[in-house]
């Protein structure tokens, strides 16, 4: 039984939009994109759209891992708090929420690849029905021969690979009869045409933040911040303010029962040809916008689905204070 604040499921989440559109003309934009696989990939931008665009402080949220649900139920969370002042189960909203959307516009893509979200067994991962293995292979696939985990690869075509999973990875997003991407490191996916799109449309951005889970093997921990694998070489700006950022959230993220986050804030620690998927997918946007990653754990019973949905809601929380407050954007 999944909490009832818990949205993820595409088919739920297309029904709240409806039901925002309905409601809240006024300060909801949404639109999607239909990924090839037919369902609707939704850019929700929420912002008091009778106040000019022009002074306000922008921040994009993105989710591009079908196996990472929690991320959706808490962006589904934080706009329902936006749009109607409570929680979707009926508590005061954590947000002044007058101010955030006179001074701020915030883009949603609560879901990179909703055909992914909607081929999983489960609508949140508990740890109590895979094993880490298990759940692996939901994730990339299962090898032919092992039932392990297939290969992660940035594209794939089916008709150029000699043994292909024995059911596709849920990660995997469909572009054409094919071929798949994983969203987030290849730019035909629906994930990156909405990135570049809505970046020529809306300008420089304040805050990126890219909201993921991962299961924390023989870590007592259950939250961390990541900052960008090229962090070392960016200008002094952005390091500084994503660091403080990510000091904020950790911060929250302590006061959170069941939170357990890393304390030590680091750059994306891959190597090789996972490390080069993300500079060559990642590297002019990291050069000009301050972007962070969360990572809460997944399909561990010691992070059930409630305090996975929290943190990733106070992660959100926090980045919505630190761009009404700060703002990175010189003007
Ligand atoms: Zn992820």
Same mark, same amino acid.
Request: with cysteine; aromatic share 10%; net charge negative.
């Given at each position: ?38 369902? $609707?990939? %939704? ?13 306000? *402080? ?10 990472? $649900?929690?991320p959706?139920?808490?962006?589904? +969370? ?5 749009l ?11 947000f ?5 959307? *006179? ?32 759940f692996?292979? %939901? &994730?990339?696939? =299962?090898?032919?021969?092992?039932g ?9 075509d ?6 292909? =999973? ?7 997003e ?15 996916s629906?994930l990156?045409? %909405? ?22 093997? !023989?870590?007592?921990?259950?939250? &961390? ?19 403080? %950022?990510a000091?904020e ?11 357990? $986050?890393?304390?030590?804030i680091? =750059? ?12 060559e997918?990642?590297?002019? &946007? ?10 809460i754990q !997944?399909? +561990? ?8 949905? *929290?943190l ?9 204070? *630190? ?5 990175f954007?010189?003007?």
């Amino acid at each position: 039984m999944i909490e009832p604040a818990w949205i993820s499921h595409p088919d739920e989440v297309d029904a709240k939009v409806a039901q925002w559109q309905a409601d809240h003309p006024e300060l909801l934009l949404a639109e999607s994109k239909i990924q090839f696989a037919g369902r $609707p990939v %939704w850019a929700l931008t929420v912002t008091d759209r009778t106040v000019d665009d022009a002074g306000k *402080r922008r921040m994009i949220v993105y989710k591009p891992h079908a196996h990472e $649900p929690a991320p959706i139920a808490a962006q589904v +969370n934080v706009i329902e708090q936006l749009l109607t002042g409570q929680t979707i189960d009926g508590r005061p909203s954590e947000f002044d929420g007058e101010r955030v959307l *006179r001074e701020c516009v915030l883009v949603f893509l609560p879901d990179a690849n909703p055909d992914g979200t909607a081929r999983a067994p489960v609508e949140a991962w508990d740890g109590s029905r895979c094993t880490n293995e298990e759940f692996w292979a %939901w &994730m990339r696939g =299962p090898d032919p021969d092992t039932g392990e985990m297939w290969k992660r690869v940035d594209i794939y075509d089916e008709r150029e690979e000699e043994r292909l =999973p024995s059911r596709t990875g849920i990660v995997y997003e469909q572009i054409d009869e094919h071929r798949w991407v994983e969203p987030n490191r290849h730019h035909s996916s629906t994930l990156f045409q %909405w990135l570049f799109e809505l970046t020529d449309r809306y300008g420089d951005w304040d805050q990126l933040l890219s909201l993921h889970q991962t299961e924390f093997v !023989n870590s007592p921990h259950n939250a &961390m911040v990541i900052l960008p694998c090229l962090y070392d070489d960016l200008p002094q700006d952005i390091r500084e303010y994503e660091m403080r %950022w990510a000091e904020e959230i950790v911060a929250a993220w302590r006061d959170v029962p069941g939170g357990n $986050p890393i304390e030590e804030i680091k =750059p994306l620690a891959y190597t090789g040809q996972q490390r080069q998927y993300f500079v060559e997918r990642w590297g002019e &946007m990291y050069d000009r916008y301050p972007i962070l990653t969360s990572e809460i754990q !997944n399909n +561990n019973p010691r992070t059930p689905p409630t305090v996975q949905q *929290r943190l990733n809601e106070v992660a959100l929380k926090v980045s919505i204070e *630190r761009l009404v407050e700060h703002g990175f954007r010189r003007s």
